[in-house]
């Protein structure tokens, strides 16, 4: 569905599939009180939870184990103004079963950085919502060329 201001709103199966496209997302947390945003390489979860892979003495762990944050994709294409945005919404949490640590180790996302004392970090996707702009020249009532 289109709004007047030239988004479709996503439903959730759409932003899972758009977001299992994308290896790099941002994770969104408090650090010291103030707003962090971090990018991170990542992959989707056969549940549709959001799993990174990280060191265990990092700052992220600590401040994200059992707290909410929000977890942002997107692609955009700046010469056709297109592009579409998900979020995803939910709690992290480290993974601590060694069953589930051995499956993410075959399953889960390659960590882009060496990190000999990996763990994983899990966001549940409690809530997943996303938008869309298509050709927002058009949108508008034409090309500023004119």
């Not at 909410?68 to 692609?75: H, I």
């Not at 000999?116 to 996707?125: K, L, N, Q, T, W």
Request: hydrophobic share 45%; with cysteine; proline share 3%.
């Amino acid at each position: 569905m289109f709004h007047n201001d030239g988004f479709r709103t996503l439903d959730r199966q759409e932003c899972l599939r758009l977001l299992a496209k994308v290896p790099v997302g941002r994770i969104v947390y408090t650090r010291q009180a103030l707003p962090a945003v971090l990018p991170v390489n990542f992959s989707l979860d056969a549940d549709s939870s959001v799993v990174l892979r990280t060191s265990a003495r990092s700052e992220l762990v600590r401040a994200v184990d059992g707290v909410v944050v929000a977890f942002e994709v997107d692609e955009f294409d700046a010469s056709t103004r297109s592009g579409w945005s998900v979020v995803v919404t939910g709690r992290a949490m480290v993974v601590t079963d060694p069953a589930q640590h051995e499956r993410l180790l075959r399953t889960g996302p390659r960590s882009w950085a060496v990190a000999s004392d990996g763990v994983f970090v899990r966001i549940e996707s409690e809530l997943v919502t996303g938008r869309e702009i298509v050709g927002a020249e058009d949108a508008v009532g034409g090309s500023a060329s004119r």
